[in-house]
Nanobody
Framework: VQLVESGGGLVQPGGSLRLSCVAS????????MRWYRQAPGKERELVAT????????NYANSVKGRFTISRDNAKNTVHLQMNSLKPEDTAVYYC????????WGQGTQVTVSS
């Protein structure tokens, strides 16, 4: 049972990145999935949530209108499309399954800098 994130990197302000999280070992479509982030010296912050079927999403106010969470249940994958990135979006981004025994990925670093 695991979550593996990818897609992080260095991007200039105003740029875009697409994060992916591949799940294995459980029935992916049965679970709400979330993306969190943690910046240096700060607490981990909930960024976005998506329902099991993908029909319902929620976002932190700080990313609303810029980030989009989506999922492909056939591929056991959840994505986070990040547009109009700002330096304050710099953080390690984590994929999370909040129920059935909390599960975290290893994280992927996103750095927004010129």
């Amino acid at each position: 049972v695991q979550l593996v994130e990818s897609g992080g990197g260095l991007v200039q302000p105003g740029g875009s990145l697409r994060l992916s999280c591949v799940a294995s070992g459980f029935t992916f479509s049965n679970y709400v999935m979330r993306w969190y982030r943690q910046a240096p010296g700060k607490e981990r912050e909930l960024v976005a949530t998506i329902s099991g079927a993908g029909g319902s999403t929620n976002y932190a106010n700080s990313v609303k209108g810029r980030f989009t969470i989506s999922r492909d249940n056939a591929k056991n994958t959840v994505h986070l499309q990040m547009n109009s990135l700002k330096p304050e979006d710099t953080a390690v981004y984590y994929c999370n399954r909040p129920a059935g025994g909390t599960l975290w990925g290893q994280g992927t670093q996103v750095t927004v800098s010129s």
